[in-house]
């Protein structure tokens, strides 16, 4: 009885339905086009006055652009090839160093630099992966201490960074930068046989090395990856933002949004290093594009998403005082990764550019003794050639 008494009271409003059903539906439709339209064009109120508008410019051609491009790209190319590889006392005959090109996924060219100790005695690589608008020419200092403990090390700038082709501070897709970082590390150990690699990541480059190690390819290749101050649980400067990147990127990709860049945040508490940073022509200081500041968000959505299926030996270091990334969520990653092998260190009061602050010797040491821990767990794969 009771189910015949709700089969009463359910009759009345499915009899009939089919003949109000399409026109329901095209209603429905019509109202959904019309809030997206409004939210649509609200969003292009919002951020076309943000966007420097001159009057007088005439358009310039694509075939324009992509010459401007070119011209940008040979010249960042020229100035990344210009650098001292060697720095202030370091003995240049201590260790042998090249630059050299590599193409991508897509077939992009990018620089990249590479240092060993010339005695030959190497018992491991680093393949350290720069951050957001940086280059790898910043790390000599770094891949100086790395060669004191016999160490290899070797550097790629991504697309869009550097002397890699591309537009300044223009990421399409950090997927390929993905893709580039596992190729790469292929040609690596394919030139260094038996030698034992560990990738290093900063910033949003630890994001890119944390979800090319995520794929078990890329783990069977690596004793351990390193990440210094991770793009973890970012969120957009402004809520607008986070609104506007999926839409704008399809859109207007190469975008200059003011409202997300956060230039002028410190990165180190050393005033030199920081000057140096922003004067450096090979650093990109503009304002963000929407499709990077798109993907930075997508990736590190992704891996928030996705700590439990991080299985790869790592190491994270993060400043508590950092403003740039947060150092809570590094705590995540290793409280959440199942990792067998798995450390964090939290330096109290330090910033976003761990290996710029005054005690980057100290970190650069933790690092070192972290690998070669690591390398002690299974002698087998300590291989000096």
Request: charged share 25%; hydrophobic share 40%.
């Amino acid at each position: 009885m009771a189910s015949r008494a709700a089969a009463v009271e359910i009759e009345p409003l499915t009899s009939g339905a089919s003949n109000r059903i399409i026109p329901l539906l095209r209603a429905a439709l019509r109202a959904l086009q019309r809030s997206l339209l409004f939210v649509y064009t609200l969003l292009l109120s919002l951020i076309l006055p943000l966007h420097p508008r001159h009057r007088q410019t005439r358009r310039v051609s694509p075939w324009t652009l992509r010459k401007l491009e070119e011209e940008d790209t040979l010249r960042r190319r020229a100035l990344a090839d210009s650098l001292d590889m060697v720095f202030g006392d370091w003995d240049a005959n201590l260790c042998r160093w090249d630059t050299y090109m590599f193409f991508g996924v897509k077939r992009n060219a990018l620089f990249c630099r590479s240092w060993f100790p010339v005695s030959g005695q190497t018992k491991g690589i680093l393949l350290i992966m720069h951050g957001l608008n940086e280059h790898g020419g910043r790390y000599a200092n770094f891949a100086k201490q790395l060669l004191s403990c016999d160490f290899g090390v070797y550097t790629m700038d991504w697309i869009g960074h550097g002397g890699s082709d591309g537009l300044h501070g223009y990421v399409p897709s950090l997927d390929h930068v993905v893709a580039d970082t596992t190729a790469f590390l292929e040609k690596i150990k394919s030139e260094n046989p038996g030698v034992p690699c560990f990738l290093f990541g900063h910033s949003t480059g630890g994001a890119v090395v944390l979800k090319a190690a995520s794929h078990p390819h890329v783990k069977d290749m690596l004793e351990g990856i390193i990440l210094t101050s991770p793009a973890l649980r970012v969120k957009p400067a402004h809520p607008v933002v986070g609104m506007v990147a999926p839409l704008f990127s399809l859109i207007a990709p190469r975008f200059q949004f003011k409202g997300a860049n956060k230039r002028g945040i410190p990165v180190t508490r050393d005033p030199v290093a920081l000057r140096a940073k922003y004067a450096d022509p090979l650093v990109y200081t503009g304002p963000i594009r929407v499709r990077t500041g798109h993907e930075i968000l997508r990736i590190s959505s992704y891996l928030m998403r996705n700590l439990k299926s991080i299985r790869v030996p790592f190491f994270v270091l993060h400043g508590t005082a950092d403003r740039v990334t947060d150092p809570m969520a590094s705590q995540d990653l290793y409280k959440e990764a199942p990792s067998e092998f798995k450390d964090i260190k939290l330096y109290d009061g330090f910033l976003h550019d761990l290996l710029f602050e005054p005690e980057r010797e100290d970190i650069g040491r933790d690092i070192i003794d972290w690998m070669e821990k690591k390398l002690r767990m299974d002698p087998r794969k300590v291989s000096f050639q």
